[in-house]
Nanobody, 126 residues
Framework: QVHLVESGGGLVQPGGSLRLSCAAS????????IGWFRQAPGKEREWVSC?????????HYAESVKGRFTISRDNAKNTVYLQMNSLKPEDTAVYYC??????????????????WGQGTQVTVSS
């Protein structure tokens, strides 16, 4: 059974950094496309970043986070990370990771992802 658990959220000042983790069980993160999404209060869920299957496809970022966030994968730990630097108040949201076991390339849309974690809260405030 596919299971995802996010961690690493918290309260950070503007300009600070956090690293989110998405620990997977029931499947190998190297053969799934993994995405990070976020949802702020009163707003729709939005795509943040994704990483394609290990054998190609690369990484992709929303324009709002490009140059500040980095997605990576540790196959030995079966975990995907989202390193977030230069955080801004508008990055405040619940962050979710999601897994797509069918697509070769990761997607910026939520419908290909069929397994989701419970989310971790990120608050950027002084």
């Amino acid at each position: 059974q596919v299971h995802l658990v996010e961690s690493g959220g918290g309260l950070v000042q503007p300009g600070g950094s956090l690293r989110l983790s998405c620990a997977a069980s029931g499947f190998g993160v190297d053969i799934y496309a993994i995405g990070w999404f976020r949802q702020a209060p009163g707003k729709e869920r939005e795509w943040v970043s994704c990483i394609s299957r290990n054998d190609g496809g690369g990484t992709h970022y929303a324009e709002s986070v490009k140059g500040r966030f980095t997605i990576s994968r540790d196959n030995a730990k079966n975990t995907v990370y989202l390193q977030m630097n230069s955080l801004k108040p508008e990055d405040t949201a619940v962050y979710y990771c999601a897994a797509d076991g069918v697509s070769y390339y990761c997607s910026g849309y939520d419908y290909p992802y069929d397994s989701w974690g419970q989310g971790t809260q990120v608050t950027v405030s002084s």
